[in-house]
């Protein structure tokens, strides 16, 4: 697997809390790392989805007194790993650790569930900011496991001039294009992207949902979460946190969570607005890099030139990496967009 050690060691989000219901299970990737996440009477399991008895996919078992059983000879794992039962033997009082599945950590955490393949990573996930913010109104948007690169999807999120082009008509016009400022601040362990206009986008999207708009950040925030929040005047009119889980090689699992200010509109009409005028822009972007990711196969790696627009240039890789960037803000670039 060719994923940077920095991605390895990170905590991931693997699954919306609402599609893991009580006493269910349901196999997860994560990193080319199958997981079977189940959700028992004694919390959140995740162990690596192979039984420690005779190798048989646990996330085909099922969920039984707070264990996960082993379709197979039935053994039975705790949300900790450790074996609970071997039906037709007893188990000895002292536990023998080489009977236990492989357990991960877990969290759940605002209604998404977190795992780390890694001891190394920190004690929780770190989550950006506002996610769990009370003031705002939330709501998570899952479209499965797409093809391409995590990677890829995270340049895509980052890059204001595709949306032009793409998406013309949704959120951006080709034909009809605005002056910006360009702003890109490094923080360090993260760079944003401020677009500053003085007129709202053309496009279908803008025009519904955030009239006012003076200002987009973009903000990523390594190894795989990209925050873009839209400003208006007085305050923040929409908040989108995007989260590009590595699956496998060539596949991601992307999970968003939009976040808007409590208040005239209520929480399900602006889901329901969202969702509409979002739907055709995902759907271009999901075919895209799937597209993309099928050129960069058929010639065996991906060769990308960067133009003047990719102003970010070799540092949204570079964090991804692991690395970090020297923090500070660089002069406005003037685009049309
Ligand atoms: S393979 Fe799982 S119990 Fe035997
Ligand atoms: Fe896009």
Not at 26 to 49: N, Q, W
Not at 245 to 262: I, L, M, N, V
Request: net charge neutral; glycine share 8%.
């Amino acid at each position: 697997m060719s994923f940077p050690q920095a991605v390895q060691e990170a905590w991931h989000m693997v699954a919306l809390a609402r599609d893991l219901r009580p006493g269910t299970v349901r196999k997860v990737m994560l990193c080319g790392t199958p997981i079977a996440l189940f959700r028992s009477e004694r919390g959140i399991g995740a162990l690596i989805d192979r039984c420690p008895h005779r190798n048989y996919p646990l996330s085909e078992g099922r969920v039984h007194q707070g264990a996960l059983e082993c379709p197979y000879h039935g053994w039975r794992f705790a949300p900790d790993g450790s074996c609970t039962e071997i039906p037709g033997c007893p188990l000895a009082a002292a536990a023998d650790p080489r009977l236990n599945a492989a357990a991960l950590r877990v969290a759940e955490r605002h209604g998404a569930i977190f795992v780390t393949l890694s001891d190394a990573a920190p004690p929780e996930p770190p989550l950006p900011p506002d996610f769990g913010s009370p003031e705002l109104d939330h709501f998570w948007w899952q479209q499965g496991t797409w093809e391409g690169r995590a990677f890829d999807a995270i340049e895509n999120v980052m890059d204001p001039f595709h949306t032009n082009h793409l998406h013309h008509g949704f959120i951006r016009r080709r034909d009809r294009r605005l002056a910006v400022d360009l702003v890109v601040t490094s923080h360090g362990d993260g760079i944003d992207m401020a677009i500053e206009q003085t007129q709202p986008d053309l496009g279908l999207m803008s025009r519904f949902l955030e009239r006012d708009r003076q200002r987009s950040v973009s903000r990523y925030y390594p190894p795989t979460t990209v925050q873009a929040r839209w400003e208006g005047e007085t305050r923040l009119t929409l908040c989108v946190t995007a989260i590009f889980t590595p699956a496998a090689e060539g596949t991601f699992t992307p999970f968003a969570r939009f976040s808007t200010p409590k208040g005239i509109a209520p929480g399900w009409l602006k889901q329901a607005a969202i969702r509409l005028f979002l739907a055709p822009v995902v759907a271009q972007d999901r075919k895209a890099l799937a597209r993309q990711h099928a050129v960069m196969t058929q010639f065996g790696h991906p060769q990308f030139t960067s133009g003047p627009g990719d102003i970010l240039g070799s540092r949204l890789h570079r964090l991804w990496r692991g690395e970090t960037l020297e923090p500070g803000q660089e002069a406005p670039v003037k685009a049309m967009l």
